[in-house]
T-cell receptor, first 116, second 112 residues
């Protein structure tokens, strides 16, 4: 099946610093990637939809200047959490939609961010 | 009101039991529905799609009632390995451009 990787899997950073998370589709081309955030015992919340070569579409309440998304190629999207605060600590998961099979999304393994 | 609502549980059942999860969605325009399984601290994995006519995959049966905006998942002969959180998902927008909206999840613990 299609594989999506995320890097890093776990990161601890100090408050005020920025953290970049990479999402890669390893064996398919993804025109669209999605970024989700999940707090403990809560649902996955969609943060933004990222289309290759264009600006990301952010969900209501998600600050686009704080969560910078770049989708520069058909296999890579990055999420940068700028000026991170402890309340940004969460599980960040990306998913990718196959260009050749638009009905399925494949999820990455997630990145656990802890801001101290 | 949440777009997709589930009873968070937990459901504690013995091995071999049959357990049913329910889910309701608020957007009547939602077209596609899924059940995902999520293990602790892992990403969600697609369990099965849900079709209007109902569908079965081994011990798992999914049902959709569009009139009531209600989705269900039935697990027969529960195994210890079925212990996980089950996420109900509805799409918003078309199948090829839409978004997945996740419910909070229902936690299942299967005990020996």
């Amino acid at each position: 099946g299609a594989v999506v990787s995320q890097h890093p899997s776990r990161v601890i950073c100090k408050s005020g610093t920025s953290v970049k998370i990479e999402c890669r589709s390893l064996d398919f081309q993804a025109t669209t990637m999605f970024w989700y955030r999940q707090f403990p015992k809560q649902s996955l919340m969609l943060m933004a939809t990222s289309n290759e070569g264009s600006k990301a579409t952010y969900e209501q309440g998600v600050e686009k200047d704080k969560f910078l998304i770049n989708h520069a190629s058909l296999t890579l999207s990055t999420l940068t959490v700028t000026s991170a605060h402890p309340e940004d600590s969460s599980f960040y998961i990306c998913s990718a939609r196959d260009r050749l099979n638009l009905y399925e999304q494949y999820f990455g393994p997630g990145t656990r961010l802890t801001v101290t | 009101r949440k777009e997709v609502e589930q009873d968070p549980g937990p459901f504690n059942v013995p091995e071999g039991a049959t357990v049913a999860f329910n889910c309701t969605y608020s957007n009547s325009a939602s077209q596609s529905f899924f059940w995902y399984r999520q293990d602790c601290r892992k990403e969600p994995k697609l369990l099965m799609s849900v079709y209007s006519s109902g569908n079965e995959d081994g011990r798992f049966t999914a049902q959709l009632n569009r009139a009531s905006q209600y989705i269900s998942l039935l697990i027969r002969d529960s195994k210890l390995s079925d212990s996980a959180t089950y996420l109900c998902v509805a799409t918003v927008g078309s199948s090829n451009t839409g978004k997945l909206i996740f419910g909070q999840g229902t936690t299942l613990q299967v005990k020996p």
